[in-house]
């Protein structure tokens, strides 16, 4: 069993940065590729970034390409966000997840994280 724990949300204005970092359970190394997601409030959970095992390939969704980056450090089992040039519309709770392949789809997902809350103000 995986487990995953978020942490870093936060309030922040429009234009800030936040660093979410999700901590893993067990070894990641060449085993899981990682997701993050969000939900905003009355929205479906959307993909944000992923990276594959080794942390040589990432892929983002349109909205946060240039501004967010995914990175993992296997040595320490943890998974990074760091999303720069915040906007409201990032406001959302932000989800880490674990997947045996390197994916966008929600459902390639097996391990999920509680969720961190973050909150971009205008």
Do not use: H
């Not at 870093?8 to 204005?13: A, F, K, N, R």
């Not at 060449?30 to 009355?42: D, E, H, K, L, V």
């Not at 993992?72 to 674990?98: F, G, H, I, W």
């Amino acid at each position: 069993q995986v487990q995953l724990v978020e942490s870093g949300g936060g309030l922040v204005q429009a234009g800030g940065s936040l660093r979410l970092s999700c901590a893993v359970s067990r070894r990641t190394r060449s085993t899981y590729a990682m997701g993050w997601f969000r939900q905003a409030p009355g929205k479906k959970r959307e993909f944000v970034a992923a990276i594959n095992r080794s942390g040589d390939s990432t892929y983002y969704a349109y909205p946060v390409k240039g501004r967010f980056t995914i990175s993992r450090d296997n040595a320490n089992d943890t998974v990074s966000l760091q999303m720069n040039s915040l906007k409201p519309e990032d406001t959302a709770v932000y989800y880490c997840a674990a997947s045996g392949g390197f994916w966008t789809t929600i459902s390639a997902y097996g391990y999920w994280g509680q969720g961190t809350q973050v909150a971009v103000s205008s």
